[in-house]
Nanobody, 126 residues
C-alpha cells in the first residue's frame, strides 16, 4: 500500500487548509485511515481517523470542532479539512492506514498504523 499526502503549506492563523491522502496498491476489506502530526521536538500525535465505510470518525480534543475528516472511496482519498488554524497546529502531517480496524468508535480511538504516507508540512503563522 502506498499513501501520498499533499495539501500542506503556509497559512495565517485563523485560516484553512485541506490535506489529501491518496491510497494505492493493495486493498483491505476493513480498515481505517488516520491522520497524525509531528511538531519539531515533539512526539507524533494521533489527531483523527475515519472508518472504511466513511460513516464513523474520531477526533482528538486538540482538533475537535476545527478539523473535519472525510473520505471519497471512488477516489481512494481521505481528506482533512483544517479550519481556524492556530500556530500550535504547525507540524508535519502524516496519513496512515490501520488495516485491521473494524471502524467502531472503540476501535478508531485505538488506531494502530500499519502503513504511512510521507508527510506534508503545515505551517501556521501568527
Amino acid at each position: 500500500v502506498q499513501l501520498q499526502a499533499s495539501g500542506g503549506g503556509l497559512v495565517q492563523a485563523g485560516g484553512s487548509l485541506r490535506l489529501s491522502c491518496v491510497a494505492s496498491g493493495r486493498t483491505f476489506s476493513r480498515y481505517a485511515v488516520g491522520w497524525f502530526r509531528q511538531a519539531i521536538g515533539k512526539e507524533r500525535e494521533f489527531i483523527a481517523a475515519i472508518s472504511w465505510s466513511g460513516l464513523r470518525v474520531y477526533y482528538e480534543d486538540s482538533v475537535k470542532g476545527r478539523f473535519t475528516i472525510s473520505s471519497d472511496n471512488n477516489k481512494n482519498t481521505v481528506y482533512l479539512q483544517m479550519s481556524s488554524l492556530k500556530p500550535e497546529d504547525t507540524a508535519v502531517y502524516y496519513c496512515a492506514i490501520d488495516r485491521e480496524n473494524s471502524g467502531t468508535p472503540g476501535s478508531l480511538v485505538k488506531f494502530e498504523a500499519d502503513y504511512w504516507g510521507q508527510g506534508t508540512q503545515v505551517t501556521v503563522s501568527s
